[in-house]
């Protein structure tokens, strides 16, 4: 064998090895494309898609915690400081179908007082869909109306219920006009009892509230109704407002149409709810609320009941930076039918997210 052919058979055994072994290569393979998460603008700020579907979530909530200096419900109920804290967390969701936006509400609070009590509530839980709303959210006695004044203590004087369960219908023209029915739970069941004591164990007819509107410019109006089913008896509330840019203002009435009972609607809280005292015959709000910068505002509210209960209540709502805010207010509220009064006050620290 000459030196070109053992040359050659080497070459050729090189070459084999080769590619035997590169047969053998492990190639990466390629990443995963990325999926960011988009933006979801359609159901306003702040919601997104949840990664690999076409529904949108929206997260936020609070974290407040605040010192209280006697109570303005109740001058029995507590003498000297009480320091509590709470946070919440609030999921939304909305997707799109061909009915419209359907949408789902939850809200989760947690709070901690003195004395190491902590509770949990399961605050708002509903689903929407085409005007529709069902589950727990505040009684639209209240929110069809915007509740009370921009103050803590907005409900001394008892302004209706809050968290329930209902099957509500919020319709909207367009043009400022507005309108809402909803069944509400009428607190049924083993144990239950009405406004006024009465046994609504076996009771199952659900209470109604109705209610329309109209805006126009910097005026609004708008009036409520709601029958408390198990007391046969109701009440209704009547609200106008006003913004003028430098100043904003509400007036609000309420009738109830049997002043000698209390009802879900018109009943009452803190002293007037353990001495057997609602409003009577009727009740009236108003207030006044004043920007004086871009952080800084000033809120009066005031209240009082045909069985003589007076209710003032004035804070001042600083926002140092935004989403966070400081708010000290206090609160004057005369009991005249038990001859008791109390002054109150609160300074609240709060951060939305």
Known sequence: MNIKSLLLGSAAALVAVSGAHAADAIVAAEPEPLEYVR??????????????????????????????????????????????????LRLQTASDTEYG????????????????????????ASISLGGFTVGKEDSQFNVFTGYAGDVINDDVVYDGPYELNQITYNYDAGNGFTAVISLEDSNSG?????????????????DVVAGVGYKAGAWGFKVVGGYDSIVEEGAVKARVDADFGVFSAFVMGGWNTDGDKLNK????NGAGA????????????????????????????????????????????????????????????????????????????????
């Open 265 to 268: 609607y018109a009943g009452s």
């Open 101 to 124: 936006p359907l949408k789902t509400n939850t809200e989760i609070r947690w709070d901690w007082n003195d004395g190491n009590s902590t509770s949990t509530n399961l605050l708002h």
């Open 274 to 353: 353990a001495s057997g005292i609602g409003w009577g015959d009727w009740a009236v709000w108003g207030g006044v609320g004043v920007p004086i910068n871009e952080k800084l505002k000033w809120n009066l509210q005031l209240a009082y009941t045909d069985s003589k209960i007076f209710a003032a209540t004035t804070n001042v709502k600083w926002n140092p930076v935004k989403n966070l805010l400081i708010e000290p207010e206090v609160s004057y509220t005369n009991w005249d039918s038990i001859n008791q009064d109390q002054w109150a006050g609160i300074l609240r620290f709060e951060r939305t997210f």
């Open 190 to 206: 083993t144990g239950a009892t009405g406004a006024n004591g009465e046994d609504s164990s076996d009771h199952y007819a659900p």
């Open 39 to 88: 933006i979801c603008d359609a159901y306003g700020a702040g919601y997104f898609f949840i990664p690999g579907t076409e529904t949108c979530l929206k997260i936020g909530g609070k974290v407040r915690t605040e010192g209280e200096w006697y109570d303005a419900y109740n001058p029995n109920s507590r003498l000297g400081t009480l320091w509590h804290t709470r946070a919440e």
